[in-house]
């Protein structure tokens, strides 16, 4: 017991932490569904691409809503610290609103757009209500500002560094022309920034409600019990985890524009005592295409978040004792002018990396690699019925890892993507002229293992028009690892297929190649990884995974060692025993 | 005499409430017995019998009852097939993808019902707009029937992409594997639901095939049971939209009925709230283990056309129409605990009926809310459960000096009163959610409460969030048997039907429509509901171009008119502005469903009329109870002695068999004349 929280404990009564505890959740819970409610563009609702949050006076993190994508994680404590060093002088007023996507303190795509207001109580800024979304087009040179090809981050839309787009409750009329007249969906995007004011006074509203209700010391005192409790269960998390330097590394296939030429990633995780430190001084140099970013500190809290403290509350507590490094100059801290769309093809890449380098310490908490991809390949035209622009949208499904003591799951969204739902295939042919042929798990994908890892799936479709076809696959050279003797998963690939011909491979990184009506594309994506050697995978549930199409007969004797009898499906023991030991004299030790 | 009752049944985890109304005279009977989960006609027939009801003078008999939600959660069903376009049968499997646990590294997706071995596939195909791209392989049925027979299967579901717009393929492959496989009990998706979203409609006709045969047959065995005890009238069973059904269609479809038990409350509450002239209404029912609440509003329950069952993030879709029930887990048996820093919490962790609260004496040592409403007097020890069941309040206080006051430096009476102001505000955030969250005025609804604790929290939870009345109903224990004989019969029909709206010509909407009502109108007739009693209200679920939500608004009248169109889209624009704060003239709209409900009106009980008191005032005792600020001498009421128009000031506390209501310091009570409890909250007490 040290002695602060013995202080704030006796200014903070039982009953009313508890119960101010619970209203702030509510609080950043109620923003988010007023979010949702008013937003225009549906990618609030859909994607819940959004991160919302209470922040102290100095932009600490008080609470962050807990039904965004796990992407973000108490990354707007930057924005709100460097406005207050941009308007050190000239101060917050009631009613101010700042925007900001600023790349060098946002460090994502210019769509991820936050805007923020002070809380102002006795003529005091006491906190700060915050809300993040993705806009669904900033200007730039392609559609919903996220080309694949981009060479700089002017390329990708406008910036809007800090503005005050309300001052004292009175809108500044030119910054919101500016905005307006930048976006090719100006209604959209001026309605998702008033949906975002209004959460953000909701927010004011109801943090000043608990003031008076509780009074500002004793709710502050609350949040600084939350805060040190959080601490307090975020140390002993890492206590746990046994001293020393853990590293990993894998490649990226490509920036996109260098389609030869694969992008290392490399971490290193210290761990001494109670601190973790993370450390990407190894990681690749900023990269040409649009590979970039400066989110160092969202990889380093997702990844943490994993390793220690899944179910707490998102607070500033929670990451006292989280070290980040990150010097300038690596893909991760690009300089602000770097081209930064599709940024989280390494952002999920590096998370899963983290997690891989601390394994040895604690296999038992950590599962193989995933897929680590975020959309499927998609497919833009004119559509034939309304003479109107069509896109498709899927979040990419792959295989999770395997765990220490199961299998992975199959056909998942990554680990950044949470609650991000597939489009139901009835949905997706009545809004676009495609047909999909096939939607299923992809056999044999899956690392083999002890424990084997998630299947990928197999999407099919055809063009009921001419298209355009956008290849946005990753991580096919380096597969999906597994650990302690388990095999990777099997990398994605995609095809086209014409009737009475042999398939021709599709490219995996592509922007706006022609389809012609009545071409199929297949996508089969990644397994996660194994865990374990697979020969020591019980017998009967490798039968029980050939029985259901998992795995397929010949696999089961090859990659396991268990050989079945091809009509019963019963096991063939001699011949397993048999067929195991030479897989096992044949594994290099 | 001979009078008739409506009788209605409730098997809850612990016991089986019955509450029988007598048509003639207005009486109101109510039984208790144990449930007995292994022959759950057993603790009915008990109920029946300790009733005094002659069950020929029965003239319906309403049953709401766990039996299909709890078949689910434990996975205790049929061995289930499933039968999908070609191409598709992992759709079950896949889901949506999602993974609604963040951050959390071993997250899995529930288990589907149907394992992939059991998943079979039959070319087919038929595209969004109904039309027939591939003809079903009738010939390939046979493969999929000689599988189903070596495998024992004792259900299957069938469930073809885009159904919803041409059920042709189902019903044919239906037709054929019926024919091969007598006695499975086969369903299609088309026939329980006609709405898009594969997962979701695969999802829901696999668990009705899940639960079908089982449920069957128990329906079957009630209805044996009670027809060979002299049983000759209608057999109603409670949906979770807040309808009733007939015993024959609950047969086919048991997935209507996940969630009978806890809908039939709030059906009692919006009747209720009817009867008072309140048009908005706040139903809360507070049991053992939760508490929960529903929006009603100008009679209606809110109705979501999509439910979890076992929740969002573990559960498994249906699409079934459920009344919207927001759950908290804080009821009388919640634990207060401290977690391993030392903060007090309470529930979700619950004692439940065994070993139950400390002062049952039943085995519990953690305190719960119930002791803490017993130790701070709030509960009448001497009296509990209508003097039943005689209380250790010593055991009580032990515990919860020795596991919250002592550690947190607390007197008893302080963490006994800390654990309720703790369990309130958990409740009253509940009740939160479902209005000023959804832009809804607590300062114009009204509370209606019931369940076990619903009448002892009711008015810190509404002067907590500045609801002006709260209101106790008759027999506030056993109100969800009560609300089941209010219900009437009711379909939700629906068909996906996606077009621009509004649209010039109006004949093939129309034509989805009539198609509608006429099955609504049919399922209801075969109910022997006479035409009269028929009402059909049309809606459609409509969106602006290019987004995902949908509001379903009501047409008005019973078909759609060029000339009534953009009045309907106006009807959009308005509800739009409402829920969202904006809304466009200027965007195009589209329909994505139609929807017709049909409603078969069925005489409801009056509630008997309180007589008014001539002179005197009514009896009255003192005990000390301590409301939260320390104890105090404080009038105790017993509800029998009350008569209509009696006022009561409070503190004051009301008791009756079950139920304790308490009337906080300054709020007004008042008997009304059908014998509800109304209170009027001090809006300037914050007790």
């Known amino acids: 017991m040290n002695t602060p929280r013995e202080q704030t404990l006796t200014q903070a009564d039982p009953i009313t932490l508890e119960v101010v505890r619970n209203a702030l959740v509510a609080i950043v819970m109620e923003m988010t569904d007023n979010l949702i409610r008013t937003a225009y563009s549906p990618i609030a609702a859909e994607i819940k691409d959004f991160s919302i949050g209470l922040l102290d006076a100095n932009g600490d993190s008080i609470a962050q809503a807990p039904n965004g ?188 524009l260098n389609l030869d030429k694969p992008i290392p990633l490399k971490v290193k995780v210290v761990i001494a005592g109670s601190d973790m430190t993370i450390d990407f001084s190894g990681m690749s140099p900023p990269v040409q295409g649009p590979f970039n970013s400066r989110a160092s500190g969202t990889i380093a809290r997702v990844a943490f978040k994993y390793l220690t403290t899944p179910q707490m509350a998102i607070t500033e507590g929670g990451f006292r004792n989280l070290k980040i490094v990150c010097p300038e100059g690596t ?195 990644s397994g996660g990884g194994g865990i374990g050697l697979p020969w020591t995978r019980d017998p009967e549930r490798v039968r029980n995974d050939v029985l259901n199409g998992y795995v397929s007969i010949d696999a089961a004797r090859e990659q396991y060692g268990v050989v079945l009898n091809k009509a019963s499906l019963d096991i063939d023991e001699t011949a397993t025993v048999a067929r195991r030991r030479i897989l096992n004299s044949k594994e290099p030790t | 005499m001979t009078s008739k009752f409506a009788v209605g049944v409730d098997i809850g985890g612990t016991f089986t409430d019955l509450v029988g109304f007598d048509l003639g005279t207005s009486r109101i009977v109510v039984t208790k017995a144990p449930s007995t989960p292994r022959e759950l006609s057993g603790g009915i027939m008990e109920c029946v019998r300790k009733s005094d009801i002659a069950i020929a003078d029965m003239e319906t008999l309403f049953h709401g009852s766990t039996v299909v939600i709890n078949a689910i959660i434990e996975r205790k069903g049929a061995k289930t097939g499933l039968l999908t376009t070609r191409g598709f049968r992992d759709v079950l499997e896949i889901g949506r993808g999602n993974r609604p646990a963040n951050y959390d590294l071993f997250y899995d997706k529930p288990l589907p019902f149907v394992p992939r071995y059991l998943r079979f596939e039959v070319t087919e195909r ?34 073809f992409l885009h159904s919803y717009a041409n059920e042709s393929h189902e019903e044919q492959a239906r037709e054929r594997l019926q024919a091969l496989l007598p006695g499975v009990f086969i369903c299609t998706s088309s026939e329980l639901v006609r709405e898009w979203r594969e997962f979701e409609r695969s999802s829901t006709t696999v668990l009705n095939a899940f639960v079908g045969p089982n449920v069957e047959s128990y329906i079957a065995r009630l209805e044996e049971v009670t027809a ?76 979501s056309q999509v439910y979890y069952v076992g929740g969002y993030v573990h559960g498994y879709p249906l699409q079934v129409p459920t009344t919207e029930v927001v759950e908290v887990g804080t009821g009388g048996g919640s634990l207060a605990w401290r977690d391993n820093l030392g903060a007090l919490k309470v529930g979700p962790r619950s004692a439940g009926s065994e070993p139950g609260p400390v002062c049952i004496g039943a085995g519990g040592t953690e305190p719960t809310v119930t002791d803490a409403n017993v130790l701070l007097g709030r509960i009448n020890a001497a009296r ?68 076990g604790g619903g009448p002892l929290h009711a008015a810190a939870i509404a002067r907590d969030i500045g609801i002006p009345r709260v209101v106790v109903p008759t027999l506030p224990a056993c109100f969800s048997a009560l609300g089941m004989l209010l219900a009437d019969l009711r379909h939700d029909l629906v068909r996906t039907f996606v077009r621009p709206f509004p649209m010039q010509d109006c004949a093939e909407i129309n034509g989805v429509i009539s198609e509608l009502r006429l099955d609504g109108v049919e399922r209801l007739k075969s109910a022997d509901v006479a035409e009269a009693d028929i009402e059909c209200s049309v809606h459609l679920d409509l969106r602006y171009a290019g987004q ?82 320390g104890p105090a001498n404080t009038p105790i009421y017993r509800r029998e002695d009350l008569l209509c128009a009696d006022r009561i000031t409070g503190p004051a506390v009301i008791e009756e068999g079950s139920a304790t209501t308490l009337v906080g310091p300054g709020d007004r009570a008042e008997l009304s004349e059908h014998g509800f409890i109304v209170i009027h909250i001090n809006k300037g007490n914050s007790a």
């Not at chain 1, 090809?149 to 910054?175: C, H, L, T, W």
């Open chain 1, 69 to 256: 994508v796990p992407m973000f994680c108490a990354d707007l404590n930057a924005t709100i610290k460097r406005g207050l060093e941009i308007y050190a002088e000239e101060g917050f007023a009631d009613g101010d609103i700042i925007l900001s996507n600023d790349t060098e303190t946002n460090g994502q795509h210019v769509n991820n757009m936050a805007a923020y207001s002070p809380i102002v109580a006795n003529g005091e800024v006491v906190a700060f209500a915050a809300v993040r979304s993705h806009w669904i087009d900033v200007g730039g040179v392609a559609v919903g500002s996220m080309p694949g090809n981009s060479r700089d981050i002017f390329s990708e839309g406008i910036q809007i560094p800090f503005m005050k787009v309300y001052r004292a409750g009175k809108p500044d009329e030119s910054v919101l022309r500016l905005i307006k007249t930048n976006s090719r969906f100006p209604e959209l995007v001026m309605g998702d920034m008033r949906a975002q004011i209004s959460a953000c006074r909701l927010g004011e509203q109801r943090f000043l409600d608990l003031i008076k209700r509780y009074g500002r010391d004793a709710v502050m005192a609350c949040i600084h019990r939350i805060w040190d409790e959080a601490e307090t269960v975020a140390r002993a998390a890492v206590t746990k985890i046994p001293d020393g330097t853990y590293e990993a590394a894998c490649v990226l296939d490509n920036d996109g």
């Open chain 1, 331 to 525: 893909i991760l801290s690009a300089p602000p002018t770097a081209p930064m769309s599709w940024f989280n093809m390494a952002v999920v890449s590096t998370i899963d990396l983290v997690l891989r380098a601390v394994q040895p310490a604690m296999p038992d908490a950590i599962t193989a690699g995933s897929a680590d991809n975020i959309g499927m390949s998609h497919i833009s035209g004119i559509d034939p019925r309304t003479g109107r622009v069509f896109q498709t949208f899927a979040p990419f499904l792959g295989g999770w890892g395997a765990r220490p003591n199961g299998d992975g799951p199959s056909a998942v969204v990554s680990l950044v993507q949470g609650d991000v739902r597939f489009m139901p295939i009835e949905v997706q042919e009545t809004v676009t002229p495609i047909r999909v042929l096939e939607f299923g798990l992809h056999n044999d994908s899956g690392g083999p293992g002890r424990y084997r890892g998630g299947l990928g799936i197999v999407l099919g479709r055809e063009v009921l028009t001419d298209a355009e076809f956008h290849g946005r696959f990753e991580r096919t050279k380096d597969a999906p690892w597994g650990f302690a003797g388990g095999k990777p998963g099997v990398v994605t690939h995609s095809v086209f297929r014409h009737e009475g011909q042999p398939d021709r491979p599709a490219p995996l990184k592509c922007e706006g190649m022609p389809l012609k009506k009545g071409d199929q594309e297949f996508s089969y994506t």
């Open chain 2, 126 to 159: 038929i595209a969004p707009d109904g039309a027939v791209i591939a003809p079903l392989d009738v010939a390939g049925l046979e493969t999929v029937a000689r599988a189903a027979r070596e495998q024992q299967l004792e259900a299957l579901a069938i469930c």
């Open chain 2, 228 to 303: 060979q005890a002299g049983f000759g009238g209608q057999f109603y069973l409670m949906q979770s939209s807040g309808g009733v059904m007939t015993a024959a269609r609950a047969k086919r479809y048991p997935v209507a009925m996940v969630e009978s038990g806890p809908v039939a409350g709030m059906i009692g509450a919006a009747h209720i709230g009817t009867l008072l002239g309140a048009r908005l209404v706040i139903g809360f029912d507070m049991g053992g283990t939760t508490a929960k609440c529903s929006l009603i509003e100008d009679g209606e329950p809110k109705v």
């Open chain 2, 384 to 451: 509990y459960l209508g003097g039943e069941m005689s209380l250790d309040v010593p055991a009580a206080r032990r515990a919860m000096e020795e596991s919250i006051a002592k550690p947190l430096g607390l007197s008893v009476e302080a963490a006994a009163a800390g654990v309720l102001t703790i369990a309130n505000s958990n409740m009253a955030l509940a009740v939160r959610a479902i209005t000023i969250e959804k832009g809804v005025d607590p300062r114009e609804a009204t509370l209606i409460a019931f369940g």
């Open chain 2, 548 to 629: 995902q939500w949908t509001l379903t608004t009501p047409v008005g009248g019973d078909t759609v008119s060029a000339k009534d169109a953009p009045a309907i889209r106006t009807a959009f624009n308005a509800l739009y502005e409402t829920r969202f704060g904006h809304s466009f003239t200027n965007i195009p709209s589209e329909v994505v469903n139609v929807r017709v409900i049909a409603i078969g009106r069925r005489p409801k009980p009056g509630f008997p009329p309180l007589a008014a008191r001539k002179s005197g005032a009514p009896a009255v005792t003192h005990r000390s109870v301590n409301m939260g600020a």
